[in-house]
């Protein structure tokens, strides 16, 4: 089959194992998937990412060898990261005069009080919101970004793109096509990543895991979510999902739509009109 050498390679890093979706030119794609190794002595320190470093040593091979490699040089990568890897936050503060570093420093500070990290342990990318009082914080621990930048180099593989997942979800699928007071959810496997959109500006983001993977679970852990931040009329609020749930009954397709990387959610009249206002900024959330 016809390979499409100028489109990266799409992997997606888990706690438990790496995938790498190689690209063809048409359905269905060959998929790479290796389960990661628990690193010796528990997940704690440095070395909680080593299983995920070594396990991306033994698939970037087969991705860079001669059925992997571009014709225009080294097999290039874009790169997932799984939202249970990764931190995020709403940062509350005057960001209209703040420089990118003394930003990313109060992020960072923040969300290590809030974990009980230490700042420097983690990278951040902060996204300014359109009233520039506040801010979009998303933290991927520098050990994990390490892990991966130096499997990438010693492969010979270039890497395109780093992101996590909920931000790829939502610069990929969503932000120039959305209401501007809606709730996101994205759901993989149990972990669950909830997001309150409100005049356009992101209010709060949470993880979670679900008991049980199927409707009525997800839509009281959403309900849940809604109620502990005293969301306004979040009865009525449109939920837009990326997640395999087919028991929803048919009154509540009204109010939560499907989005996926291959599915656009339909723009109702009212989704029409404020797609005509500034859009809410992409997640600044590119680690590679």
Known sequence: MLRLWNKPVQMMIEPHQVTALMPEAGPPQNEIVVPVARPEGGLGGLGAYDGIGKTL???????????????????????????????????????????????????????????????????????????????????????????????????????????PGFAAFWNGCFAHNKSNNALLARLRGSALMLGWLHDGKWQALAAERLSRKDWATLNECCEAFCRRLCVPDHASLPIYFDADIDDMPSAA????????????????????????????????????
């Open 57 to 163: 040593r033994d698939i970037l091979p087969q991705l860079n060898s001669g059925a992997g490699r571009s014709a225009y040089g080294s097999c290039k990568l874009n790169v997932e990261v799984a939202d249970t890897l990764v931190h995020y936050d709403v940062l509350k503060v005057d960001a209209r005069r703040l420089p990118p570093v003394e930003l990313n420093r109060l992020a960072a500070l923040g969300l290590a009080d809030t974990l009980g990290l230490d700042a420097s342990s983690l990278l951040m990318r902060c996204s300014v919101q359109l009233d520039g009082l506040s801010a979009v914080v998303c933290g991927m621990p520098s050990a994990l970004v390490d892990a991966i930048r130096l499997a990438s180099d010693d492969a010979g593989c270039r890497l395109n793109r780093l992101e």
């Open 253 to 288: 397709r009204s109010r939560w739509q499907r989005v996926s990387a291959q599915l656009q959610p339909e723009m109702t009249p009212d989704a029409a009109a404020v797609s005509a206002k500034p859009a809410t900024p992409d997640f600044a959330s590119d680690f590679a």
